[in-house]
Structures are given as structure tokens and as C-alpha cells.
């Protein structure tokens, strides 16, 4: 799992790519970004899933900002992006939730 940041000079905001590898997600059907940005919505943030296996999605955000999110498995697998800025215990239950730093 890994995030690219690019910060766009046209506007105030900071374009995310969020991706989830074929072996962190092997014979997903769908895999959705839950999170801050969305109101925690489990359906709001469909990635895509590409032929090699992989899922993508491509956000842009308010800089200056720290966002929690983790990624949703088929509806019922919780997973935490590798490669997160940092991690915070969650409000609910005893798991940590992905946070990116914008």
C-alpha cells in the first residue's frame, strides 16, 4: 500500500494517490478508502481495480491538514496503508487507523 502526493500550483490542493497491491488485498472484489475526507462513509470512496490485481483512487485534499482513513476489504476486512505519514489508536475498538499529512 502506498500514497504519492503531488501539490497542485493552480489551485489550493494537494492531489492524493492512494494504492493497494494485489498482495494486500489477493482476490478482492472492490476495496474502499474510509475515512475523514468522506465522513467515514464505507461507500462513498470506491477505488478502482486495475488488470494486474492492484486498486487505485486518486483524491485531491486540503493542504495543511492530517487526515485519518484506513482502506475496507470486500466490506469486511479492515487494512492500515503500509506506508502511512503515521498511525493513531482508533476511537473504536483496539486498532490504529492510516493518517496522511497534507
Known sequence: ???KKQ???SKDRCKVSFRVPK????GAKTVHIVGEFNDWSAVK????RLKSGEFTA?????PGQAYQ???LIDQTIW????E???YVKSDFGDCENSVVVV
Open 23 to 26: 498482495a494486500a488485498a489477493p
Open 84 to 86: 502511512a505519514d503515521r
Open 1 to 3: 500500500m502506498s500514497l
Open 45 to 48: 470512496t470506491p477505488m478502482k
Open 79 to 82: 487494512e492500515n496503508d503500509w
Open 69 to 71: 482513513f484506513r482502506y
Open 58 to 62: 486518486v483524491m485531491e485534499l486540503a
Open 7 to 9: 501539490y497542485l500550483k
